[in-house]
């Protein structure tokens, strides 16, 4: 099973929902606009995370490249 994740990024909290690849909701919450904080909410579907999208706007500048560092979000 394969896992894909969208993200509503706000200035102060950014909320996410992860489904599986039959489109069931796996979970919806929200957590601190924080590299280290969607990592963790993620930490159960990072093996199996296929793609992560969010919105382009003013904090993509910061946020996508910290999403990519290390193994956040399964990125190089």
């Known amino acids: 099973m394969e896992f894909?994740?969208?993200l509503d990024v706000g200035m102060?909290?950014?909320a996410m929902c992860v489904v599986d690849d039959k489109g069931k909701v796996m979970v919806e919450t929200a957590v601190v606009t924080d590299p280290e904080a969607i990592k963790l909410a993620l930490k159960?579907?990072?093996?199996?995370l296929?793609?992560?999208?969010?919105?382009?706007?003013?904090?993509s500048p910061w946020?996508?490249?910290?999403?990519l560092q290390g193994d956040r979000c399964g990125g190089p």
């Not at 159960?44 to 199996?48: D, K, Q, S, T, V």
């Not at 296929?50 to 904090?59: I, M």
Request: aromatic share 8%; charged share 25%.
């Open 44 to 48: 159960p579907y990072l093996g199996r």
């Open 50 to 59: 296929r793609r992560v999208g969010h919105e382009a706007g003013s904090l």
């Open 4 to 6: 894909f994740c969208g």
């Open 63 to 67: 946020l996508h490249p910290e999403l």
């Open 12 to 14: 102060d909290e950014t």
